[in-house]
C-alpha cells in the first residue's frame, strides 16, 4: 500500500496515526506538568523548613543549603523545558511538520520520535548542534 504524500512530498499521517501521536503527547505534557507542580510544592516546602532550621548555621551549612536549593530549582527549570518541548511537539503535530527536521527538512527517524516524541530535529543536525 502506498502512503500518502503531500504537495511538498511529505509523507501524510493518517488521522489516527494524527491523534494516536496526539494524545501520547498530551499524556506526556501531563505528566510532566504533574511533576513539575510536586517539584515547585517541594521546593516552597524545603525553604520553609529551611528558614525554620537555619538558626544557627555555620557558612559551610548555609552553602550546602544554598547548593541544594539551586538544585531542586534546576531540577524545576528542567521540567518546565520538557513541557515547552512537548507543547511544541504538539503544535508542530497541528501544523503538519511534525517528524520533518527543522534544520534540513528531512524525516525524523521512526526510532528517535519513539525515544524523544518531542525532537524537532534529525540525528545529523542534533550531532552538529551538540558541537558547536
Known amino acids: 500500500m502506498a502512503k500518502a504524500t503531500d504537495t511538498a512530498g511529505k509523507r501524510t499521517r493518517s488521522a489516527a496515526e494524527t491523534e494516536k501521536i496526539r494524545v501520547a503527547l498530551v499524556?506526556?505534557?501531563?505528566?510532566?506538568?504533574?511533576?513539575?507542580?510536586q517539584s515547585l510544592s517541594e521546593i516552597t516546602e524545603l525553604a520553609r523548613d529551611r528558614m525554620a532550621d537555619s538558626a544557627g548555621d555555620d557558612q559551610a551549612d548555609a552553602g550546602t543549603k544554598t547548593f541544594e536549593r539551586e538544585q531542586e530549582i534546576t531540577l524545576a527549570n528542567n521540567l518546565l523545558e520538557r513541557i515547552n518541548q512537548v507543547e511544541r511537539a504538539i503544535d508542530r503535530l497541528g501544523e503538519g511538520n511534525y517528524?520533518?527536521?527543522?534544520?534540513?527538512?528531512?524525516?525524523?527517524?521512526?526510532?528517535?520520535?519513539?525515544a524523544f516524541p518531542s525532537a524537532t530535529l534529525c540525528v545529523s543536525c542534533k550531532q552538529l548542534e551538540e558541537r558547536r
Open 27 to 37: 499524556e506526556r505534557r501531563d505528566e510532566l506538568q504533574a511533576e513539575y507542580a
Open 99 to 114: 517528524g520533518w527536521c527543522e534544520r534540513c527538512g528531512n524525516p525524523i527517524p521512526v526510532e528517535r520520535l519513539a
